[in-house]
């Protein structure tokens, strides 16, 4: 594992659409380097100040990458109701933009993550040849909705060229195991997929586990950061 290295953080402001706006979080190794850069976006409960995805970036941004994790205008505004997909996908336009007009990224890969929602928009982004990134990390994507079963939200998978990684935990309501593995085999791009034992929907584990809240994220951004290098 390459040696942790400083790294700069500072808020950027993302211009979406009309009179939108959201805001970012940049991280920026002290260093430069080729490792890449990759977007992170939230769930739909949460902002970017989301445990797991604070933690996914800052590691990866400590072991050279350049990392924005950023929010959706509803949740930069505090509004529990969701935007539209429109407005969610611009939010994602503007922030690969932003990202890709930076010098530290101009010669490197772009990489998208998202979790829940955010890897749902993602997903729909790459399918459609709207979001250009290399590879593609899905945290806790919601294959349905809790007791939905029969009403699978995996279409949009079957369009996707691009690697992907799946980290889904095993008690998780939006995503019954028995139904994402069968689905996986089906896709027609390369796939990965990391199952969190006792994990929930954000990845929470009890204490009976044994395993620390901190562990499982270290878990989830060490895999990532080897499967990025892979």
């Known amino acids: ?82 935007d539209s997909l429109k407005v969610l996908s611009a939010t994602f336009d503007a922030a690969y933009e932003f990202l890709s007009s930076l010098s530290e990224c101009r010669t490197g890969r772009i990489y998208a993550a998202g979790k829940s929602l955010g890897g749902r928009v993602a997903a729909s982004m790459v399918a459609e040849g709207r979001l250009l990134v290399d590879r593609l990390i899905l945290l806790g994507y919601p294959l349905h909705a809790p007791g939905r079963k029969e009403q699978l939200k995996d279409a949009v998978l079957f369009e996707i060229l691009i690697p992907m990684l799946f980290f889904a935990g095993a008690k998780d309501p939006f995503c019954d195991l028995v139904l994402l593995k069968e689905v996986l085999p089906r896709l027609l791009a390369s796939w990965d997929l990391d199952i969190i034992p006792d994990g929930d929907h954000s990845f929470k584990v009890p204490v009976s586990s044994g395993v620390s809240q901190i562990g499982v994220y270290e878990r989830i951004s060490r895999k990532t950061y080897d499967w990025l290098n892979a």
Request: avoid cysteine.
């Open 1 to 82: 594992m390459s040696t942790d290295v400083p790294m700069k953080n500072r808020v950027v402001i993302l211009h979406v659409e009309g009179d939108e706006q959201a805001s970012g979080i940049l991280s920026i190794p002290d260093r430069s380097t080729s490792a890449g850069s990759i977007l992170i976006a939230h769930g739909a409960g949460n902002d970017m100040n989301e445990p797991v995805i604070v933690f996914l970036a800052h590691y990866l941004a400590q072991r050279g990458f350049v990392t924005l994790r950023f929010n959706f205008p509803y949740s930069e505004k505090g509004r529990k109701t969701v």
